[in-house]
C-alpha cells in the first residue's frame, strides 16, 4: 500500500464513522473544543486529514466540537443535521486546498449514502469544482477524449497488473508516461506541468495510487521521455543513460504509457 493509499484508507473509514457512527454506539469522548481547534488551526497542512484523525482515530464525536466548528449547521439539531454540517466543512476545506483525490473520496461516499440521505447539494458543490479546475486548464475534449473518457481510462490503468501479476502503475514518476500521452493526445501543451496536475485534479478519480507532484513530473520528464511516444526505444533510452544503463525502467514506463493509450482508443472507438 502507498502512502496515498493509506491516506486513502483513513479518510474512507472516517467517512463511514461519520455516517455511521449513531448506529455503531461508539463511545463519545468529551474534550474541550477550544483546545482541539487550537491544535488543529496550528497544523494547516493536511488539515482536513488532521480533522480526520483528531475526530476518528480517537474516537472524537462530541456535540460541543462539532457545534463549535459547524456553525453552518447551529440552526440544525439531530445527529443529521451534525453529519451534513461536519461533511460540508470537510468538503470546504477540500476545496480551498484544491484537493482533488480528497473529494474524489468525498464524492464517492456521497454518492453511495445519497439514497439515505439529503447530500445531493454537496455533490454538486464537489462536482463544479471539479468543473472549475477542468475549466481553467481550457482542455479541449480532442477526438471523442472527454474528461470523462480520460478518467475512465486512468481508473483502469491505475487497477491493472503486469505480466508478473504486480501493479502496472507502479511508481510515482509513472505519471510522466500518462503526462507524454497526453501531450501526444494534444489534451495538454508540453511542459505544462501545472496545468496537467490540475486537469487531474478536476477528473476527482478515487483510486489514485500515487500523489501528482509537478516538481518530480518535471524532473522526471527528460531525455527520451520528452519525445513522442511512437519515437520510443530501448536504443534512444541507453543513449539517453549510457550503455551500460538497466533497461527495466523504461520497460515499465512503456508499459504504462502504451497501455493507457490503448485505454484512450478504446474509448475513442466507442464515441466514434
Not at 52 to 66: C, D, E, G, Q, T
Not at 107 to 125: C, M, N, P, T
Not at 132 to 140: H, I, K, S
Not at 184 to 207: H, P, Q, R, S, W
Request: net charge negative; charged share 30%; aromatic share 10%.
Amino acid at each position: 500500500m502507498t502512502r496515498l493509499e493509506k491516506r486513502n484508507a483513513e479518510i474512507r473509514e472516517g467517512l463511514d464513522l461519520i455516517f455511521d457512527y449513531d448506529e455503531a454506539g461508539l463511545d463519545c469522548e468529551e474534550i474541550p473544543a477550544r483546545e482541539l481547534i487550537s491544535e488543529l488551526m496550528g497544523r494547516s497542512d493536511a488539515y482536513h486529514l488532521i480533522y480526520l484523525r483528531a475526530i476518528f482515530a480517537r474516537n472524537i464525536f462530541s456535540s460541543s466540537f462539532v457545534d463549535s466548528m459547524m456553525m453552518m449547521c447551529a440552526e440544525e439539531e439531530g445527529v443529521y443535521g451534525k453529519k451534513r454540517g461536519l461533511i460540508e466543512v470537510l468538503v470546504d476545506e477540500g476545496i480551498r486546498e484544491n484537493d482533488g483525490a480528497f473529494l474524489a473520496l468525498m464524492r464517492a461516499k456521497l454518492h453511495e449514502k445519497q439514497d439515505s440521505y439529503d447530500v445531493k447539494g454537496i455533490i454538486l458543490k464537489i462536482d463544479q469544482w471539479g468543473l472549475r479546475q477542468l475549466g481553467e486548464c481550457a482542455v479541449p475534449s480532442k477526438g471523442g477524449l472527454s474528461p470523462e473518457a480520460v478518467r475512465g481510462a486512468l481508473m483502469v490503468l491505475f487497477a491493472c497488473l503486469n505480466k508478473e501479476g504486480k501493479r502496472l502503475f507502479s511508481k510515482a514518476n509513472h505519471w510522466v508516461a500518462v503526462f507524454r500521452v497526453m501531450v501526444d493526445e494534444e489534451l495538454v501543451a508540453d511542459n505544462a506541468f501545472e496545468v496537467f496536475a490540475k486537469y487531474i485534479d478536476g477528473l476527482m478519480i478515487e483510486n489514485v495510487p500515487y500523489e501528482l507532484n509537478t516538481n518530480n513530473l518535471s524532473h522526471s520528464y527528460d531525455g527520451v521521455y520528452r519525445r513522442p511516444l511512437k519515437d520510443w526505444s530501448v536504443e534512444a533510452y541507453l543513449r539517453w543513460k549510457g550503455t551500460g544503463a538497466k533497461t527495466k525502467i523504461f520497460d515499465d514506463m512503456y508499459e504504462v504509457a502504451t497501455k493507457f493509450r490503448s485505454l484512450l482508443d478504446e474509448r475513442r472507438k466507442k464515441t466514434a
